[in-house]
């Protein structure tokens, strides 16, 4: 798939491509933020036979509709490597399960056998965080190992 | 009416009549805003016509305000360069000089030449016909992108096209205004040559700091308090401007200049918070331009005006679909891009605002304003009635 640029001084870029099916599709990257999704006319291939103005949260809202950011994906193709692998996310909520609480405290991997190996605090992304990791409310823990493992780890988050 | 026009009565301006007839030129570019908005024009056009009926030969003077509306209009062509200098980074201009440097002249000889020529056909003095060359050429940026974005064009292909264009022109206007300013003193002609050189010097240092430090100035000067932004990026660039007017470069040169070198972060929150600013000196920049001008001045001159309205019309049709066909649109794109090359608008008044002020030639004002009010119109009811 060939993605063109072309840079819009004092707007942002545009980048366009033809999809298989011969629709000619474009996104204005504005740089406030803004994106605007574009489809050019068959008639006029110059012109925009209709655009749709997105908000940056619409934005990313269309992004999960269309099929997930590619981590996501990467991580999906990582189950096919490794047989009996689990991956997965989850949301702590607040007064449950390890909200509040280290991640030793949970002795997670002791008793499951698998690991929280990233906590996503709002836009930060924390790696590799350590059993002293203080969990709160609203974070979201990728948590990995067997298929049984991470079931009792998420219900040990979250419970 | 008395209120306003108090001669001989008070030897200083109270502060009472200074604010009533402050609110009123507001209020005035507001009604005008309004319908200009409810009409589907651009309010350019409309605050010059404001000005022209308040000022010289008009049944209301305003006496009080006149100094303070003085300076605001010098305070809004600062502050229209700067916002413009911050719609763009420093790699879009460079990367826009070298890719379109060609497109970028021809544009220039085309619709410079009418305006200088026809200056000298009315008879005027050199260097006002090196103005109205320049008000001939330039194109409204803040015209066509408003009304690009309005129609939903900015996705067309033949929009990239336009847009570079007008970087090219804001380029070409970085050194204008400088060799202007140069040729109005009167230099000779060494002194003018070595001016001219020297300001292309300065815009090129200019861009090639911009390019190297511009992030980590703008990192420096940055910061989420409104109050401080504000205080940091107003005080440089006025700062810089007088500096930039005092070496003979054009103080909307080196608010342009500043504007270009902020990017990031500061840009982005900088354009939201002057943006209104901005938009309230720019509009006394408006009307004071309109103010200066007597309009029974303007009948005299039409002729003329609407020559080099239809002339320079179809030079940046020609332009634009040349620079459209070149860039491999279809012949729709064309025509919606040549048309969108037509309008005029702020910057052409900047350029006769500095000739009006060194008070080179009579007609050159009221030619502008004809000018402007024909092509500002014209030119947005072009772009939006050609499909």
Sequence with gaps: ?159 | MTVLAAPGVLAVSSVSNILIELGAVLLVLAICGRFAARVGLPSIPLYLLAGLLLGEGSPVALEASSEFIRIGADLGVVLLLLLLGLEYTPEELSHGIRTNWLAGLVDFVASFTPGFLGGLLLGWDPVACVLLGGITYITSSGIVAKLLSDLDRLGNRETSTVLSLLVMEDIVMAVFLPVAAVLIVGASVVEASLSVLLALVVVAVALFVSLRHGARVSRVLDSTSPELLLLTVLGTTFLAAGLADKAKVSAAVGAFLIGVMLSGQIAERGRVLLSPIRDVFGGLFFIFFGLQIDPSDLPPVAVPAIALAIVTSASKVGTGWWAAKRAGVGPKGRRRAAAALIPRGEFSIVIAGIGTAAGLERDLGPVAACYVLLLAVGGSLAVRYTQ
């Design chain 1, 1 to 159: 798939m060939e993605l063109f640029e072309t840079p819009l001084p004092g707007v942002g870029v545009r980048y366009e491509f033809t999809s298989a099916a011969g629709d000619r599709v474009g996104v204005i990257v504005r740089r406030d933020a803004r994106r605007e999704l574009l489809l050019y006319d068959e008639a006029d291939p110059d012109a925009c036979r209709d655009n749709v103005s997105l908000t940056g949260e619409e934005a990313a809202t269309m992004v999960e509709l269309l099929g997930g950011t590619k981590i996501t994906e990467r991580i999906a193709d990582l189950r096919h490597e490794v047989e009996g692998l689990s991956i997965e996310w989850v949301t702590l909520e607040s007064g449950r399960g390890l909200a509040g609480r280290t991640i030793g405290d949970g002795r997670i991997r002791t008793e499951t056998g698998s690991s929280v190996v990233a906590v996503i605090r709002g836009e930060q992304s924390i790696p590799g965080p350590g059993p002293d990791f203080r969990l709160e409310a609203g974070d979201v823990a990728l948590v990995v190992g067997s298929i049984e493992g991470v079931q009792k780890a998420l219900r040990l988050l979250t419970t």
